[in-house]
Nanobody, 128 residues
Framework: QLQLVESGGGLVQPGGSLRLSCAVS????????IGWFRQAPGKEREGVSC????????YYADSVKGRFTISRDNAKNTVYLQMNSLKPEDTAVYYC?????????????????????WGQGTQVTVSS
């Protein structure tokens, strides 16, 4: 079993920045990758970015490419999502999730059905 806890959400003005954290703990830390997802009211959950535990390769959704950066600190078992140039459409509950099994590089890596453990989420609101 893995436990994931998100933190760092809040209210920010358009153009501002936030950094989300995802702390991973539990019986085993042998996961393949951590992903960030978001869900806005009335919309489906959307994959935002993911990072592999080993090697650190990353993948981003087109909607956040160039604005968001995912990183990891394996010593602290924490994954970060640095969000810059935030827009009102980035408003959502953000979740981190852990996937045990590897999948092919690309859009498949952000499909939520391939993730096994989820955090409770943290609210991000971008508004003036």
């Amino acid at each position: 079993q893995l436990q994931l806890v998100e933190s760092g959400g809040g209210l920010v003005q358009p153009g501002g920045s936030l950094r989300l954290s995802c702390a991973v703990s539990g019986f085993t830390l042998d996961y393949h990758r951590i992903g960030w997802f978001r869900q806005a009211p009335g919309k489906e959950r959307e994959g935002v970015s993911c990072i592999r535990r080993s090697g650190g390769s990353t993948y981003y959704a087109d909607s956040v490419k160039g604005r968001f950066t995912i990183s990891r600190d394996n010593a602290k078992n924490t994954v970060y999502l640095q969000m810059n140039s935030l827009k009102p459409e980035d408003t959502a509950v953000y979740y981190c999730a852990a996937a045990i099994l590897p999948v092919a590089v690309g859009r498949t890596a952000l499909m939520d059905g391939f993730y096994d453990y989820w955090g409770q989420g943290t609210q991000v609101t971008v508004s003036s």
